[in-house]
């Protein structure tokens, strides 16, 4: 059931579309949330969205791919979207849930995968851990630099330091009794664009009625309350570095130029160095660090014309 | 023993009081895999206060999670949720436990007073650098919800504890509270984390008895 405010939010943005399929997989005790867009006999695409993000944040992207025929699957990561959450949230369970969700689709043949920012990392990993099940990667903003996050703390700074572990902790003493703050749709999607600058209102708008759900009191997003920012203990992106290397499958890597809070920050000087050898690479202009929602056309036809080249 | 469950974001904590009293309190956690004693242990009798013991998420009477997910961050949570119980007090660690307190001491250092280090199962977890990842599996007939889960075995056998990033804990003590002794490393074993702290003046290696009667006077 869908509510007239809702319908109204979502034709203001026909470009994009629901999945038309889900379903659950059990990753292990949790169930995580399967979506899929085009044809079932297709030739198969894993996406993995990023940090805080959720598949809803592919409704642009993933149908225009599904056009240029692909079986486009996704899966809202533990805690995020429509999954369940977890008492514990780790980098590696992660990448097992992703293993789980490439499990489900009932084939051997190793399948590609593209991957948006902590899913662009999640990405390089899975294919190191299994090589023989991925045959190509895309990661769109998710390539490491040896300066790390650009929004971690410097943890020389003893202050610094001290207010992110304690941040952290106190966080944790009230997560068990706490929920995400509920408002208005407008409200969520005007908190949302700190985060998503260069993202468009009619987007954002439309994001709230995919990724929250209506309470009596109002809007919540469907994220866990446990969940947030840092500290991420002594897990480093830059460890990836000298893996990435070594991958053997054809690797794209796609940056935006322009710099933004959510990015990856990882400049064309540092990424050419340590991809893949033969690894293609984009730097797409006057784009920010969400490549895949404010270039979704562009995004799918590289992806597209890559894939048909290599697979 | 009398024993408190605590209600910590989505796990049920088992806080054992081994011996109740007054004075500082000794908060005791235990190595991967194990569970608190039900009884003061023997090398622990001098401590003149209470003395209280965590089982961590996954262990002894605590709350096996679903779908693993273990980091050493997280236990050293559930030992702040014990600290919020407790109030300000002294740590002994075995094993895992150890490092586990060494990242608490760090993040919490004006309310505990000193950690004693020693040895036990998980003190190394995955070592100093990260190596070949993998991908972790546990039977589902294994996850029957007894403790010790099994991904706590898997998952705190693997985890990467950079020297530097032990370093950084034992920092922050240093700078925030400025202790004379803070640590004392009663273990044989000596992973590359413990190794990066023992130099520090204010790390001792000694054994447990004298790490109980350096941090038990007010």
């Known amino acids: 059931m869908t509510s007239p405010e809702v319908t109204a939010i979502r034709s203001s943005l026909p470009e994009a579309k629901r999945p038309e399929r889900s379903r659950r997989v059990d990753v292990g005790g949790i169930e995580v949330s399967v979506v899929e867009w085009g044809q079932e006999n297709d030739q198969p695409i894993v996406l993995a969205h990023g940090g805080f ?48 969700v490439i499990e489900s689709l009932e084939t051997k043949d190793p399948v590609p995968v593209l991957g948006h920012s902590k899913g662009g990392g999640m990405m390089n990993q899975l294919a190191e851990v299994l090589p023989h099940r991925i045959s190509a990667v895309i990661n769109l903003d998710g390539i490491p630099n040896e300066r790390g996050f ?12 001290e207010a992110e572990l304690a941040d952290w902790l106190d966080h944790r003493r009230r997560a068990g009794h706490t929920s995400r703050r509920a408002d208005t749709i407008e409200g969520l999607a005007e908190r949302r664009q700190l985060m998503n600058p260069r993202l468009s209102k009619d987007w954002l708008r439309y994001l709230v009625t995919v990724g929250a759900k209506q309470d009596s009191d109002g809007w919540r997003w469907k994220i866990d309350p446990t969940l947030r920012f840092g500290p991420s203990g002594a897990w480093r992106p830059e460890w990836a570095i000298p893996r990435l290397r070594g991958l053997r499958v054809p690797y794209l890597g796609v940056i935006g130029t322009v710099k933004e809070e959510m990015g990856w920050d990882t400049t064309p000087e540092e990424a050419f160095p340590i991809l893949p050898d033969g690894a293609e690479f984009h730097a797409l202009a006057e784009t920010g660090h969400f490549i895949h929602i404010e270039r979704p056309d562009d995004t799918a036809l590289l992806t597209a014309d890559f894939l048909r080249r290599v697979l | 023993m009398k024993t408190v469950f605590l209600d910590h974001v989505r796990s049920k904590l088992a806080l054992h009081e081994l011996r109740g ?113 993998q991908l972790l599996h546990v039977q589902p007939s294994d996850l029957d919800g007894s403790t010790p889960d099994p991904w706590a075995l898997r998952e705190l056998a693997s985890d990467v504890r950079p020297p530097k990033y032990a370093a950084d804990h034992l920092r922050q003590v240093n700078a925030l509270a400025g202790f004379d002794t803070a640590i004392v490393v009663a273990s044989l074993g000596r992973p590359e984390w413990l190794s990066a702290i023992i130099q520090s003046p204010v790390v001792i290696e000694a054994d447990i008895a004298t790490g109980l009667s350096t941090f038990s006077s007010p």
């Open chain 1, 53 to 100: 993000d959720f598949a809803g944040t592919w409704d642009l992207f993933a149908p225009l791919l599904a056009n240029e025929g692909f079986r486009v699957v996704a899966w809202d990561q533990r805690g995020h979207g429509d999954s369940d959450v977890a008492a514990l949230y780790t980098w590696e369970a992660d990448i097992r849930d992703a293993a789980h």
């Open chain 1, 150 to 161: 650009s929004n971690q703390i410097d943890r020389s700074d003893v202050q610094a330091l």
């Open chain 2, 21 to 133: 009293g007054e004075g500082r309190p000794l908060l005791v956690l235990h190595g991967l895999g194990e569970q608190s004693p039900s009884t003061v242990p023997m090398n622990l009798q001098q401590w003149a206060g209470p003395i209280f013991a965590l089982d961590f998420t996954g262990h002894g009477a605590s709350s096996v999670p679903l779908g693993g997910g273990y980091t050493c961050e997280a236990l050293m949570s559930d030992a702040d949720a014990a600290l919020a119980e407790i109030g300000p007090l002294t740590l002994m660690g075995f094993g895992l436990g150890g490092y586990v307190g060494l990242l608490l001491f760090g993040s919490r250092p004006k309310e505990i007073n000193g950690l004693i280090v020693s040895d036990g199962p998980g003190l190394d977890g995955g070592g100093g650098k990260p190596t070949s990842p």
